[in-house]
């Protein structure tokens, strides 16, 4: 069973950055691929980056690229997204998620095995 667990949301004015962390436990982390989902209260679960599990292949959503960047440590099992030029309408709460299928390219939730809990990303005025 491969647990994510993610870090490193908080409050921050708009403008400013944030940068999450996924740490994967559970399965060989080089044979994941790795997403970042993002929902607010009452709307759909909505895609914002990937990152195959070779590294070599990147995925943005039109609100991510150019301001996010998503990254993977294989050494610490990790994936992390820097966010930078923050908007009020990037908060959410942001999820990790990923496949196992060696399939990469979709952006759609059920397309992915695993979840961590969230963490809350707020973007002030």
């Known amino acids: 069973q491969v647990h994510l667990v993610e870090s490193g949301g908080g409050l921050v004015q708009a403008g400013g950055s944030l940068r999450l962390s996924c740490v994967a436990s559970g399965l060989t982390f080089t044979t994941l691929s790795v997403a970042w989902f993002r929902q607010d209260p009452g709307k759909e679960r909505e895609f914002v980056a990937a990152?195959?599990?070779?590294?070599?292949?990147?995925d943005y959503s039109d609100s991510a690229r150019g301001r996010f960047t998503i990254s993977r440590d294989d050494a610490k099992n990790t994936v992390s997204v820097q966010m930078n030029d923050l908007k009020p309408e990037d908060t959410a709460v942001y999820y990790c998620?990923?496949?196992?299928?060696?399939?990469?390219?979709?952006?759609?939730?059920?397309?992915?095995?695993?979840w961590g809990r969230g963490t809350q990303v707020t973007v002030s005025y």
């Open positions: 998620a990923a496949d196992s299928s060696r399939h990469f390219g979709s952006r759609h939730p059920s397309e992915f095995d695993y």
């Open positions: 990152i195959s599990w070779s590294g070599r292949t990147t």
